[in-house]
């Protein structure tokens, strides 16, 4: 028997997942060089210790923030199809339902974008607190000045972030040109 899933619809962490790995080694370079920049110390060890904060809120928090996302999806009714006619139909699709998207076909390429885009802020907020609590973990007992401040990490995933979530937004507006 063969069983085809074409209704299944989009687990947006197969899409948002490998761009975050794809991206991590950037990632890992920028931030390095802001907390550096910010607090001062070696730029190699900046680079080990936010590379090791970055890959734990990757590989971690990433996935079950997403899991996260879709059990509430599923329990306040985001797992069905409720049309695109409207404005915020289209709104809720691409945000209420953006880790699992619902299959629209003709209207995946602007979905994917919009949901990324959605997805951004609940991957900031994790991927921030869980490395600030690697970063702290990994200096407490450095000198002060090699400490890591919660601000310098909000400043880092500002500005990674910044970048993903243009990317997401490019990705969006082109999807809505074609």
Not at 112 to 117: C, E, K, R, S, W
Request: with cysteine.
């Amino acid at each position: 028997m063969n069983l085809t899933l074409a209704n299944a619809g989009i687990p947006m962490l197969m899409v948002y997942g490998p761009l975050m790995l794809a991206a991590l080694l950037p990632v890992v370079l920028v931030e390095a060089g802001i907390v550096k920049a910010l607090t001062g110390g070696s730029y190699g060890q900046w680079s080990l210790r936010v590379g090791l904060a970055n890959a734990a809120s990757t590989v971690v928090g990433v996935p079950l923030t997403w899991i996260a996302l879709v059990v509430i999806q599923l329990s306040i009714g985001g797992g069905s199809a409720h049309g695109l006619e409207t404005f915020w139909q289209r709104v809720y699709a691409a945000t209420v339902q953006a880790p699992w998207l619902i299959p629209y076909e003709d209207d995946l390429g602007w979905m994917i974008g919009g949901a990324g885009l959605t997805l951004s802020l609940p991957f900031f907020l994790v991927s921030m607190l869980i490395e600030y609590w690697v970063l702290s973990r990994l200096t407490r007992r450095n000198v002060p000045e090699e400490r890591i401040g919660f601000a310098a990490v909000l400043i880092c995933n500002g500005v990674t972030y910044g970048f993903i979530a243009a990317f997401w937004a490019l990705m969006l507006g082109l999807g809505l040109m074609s």
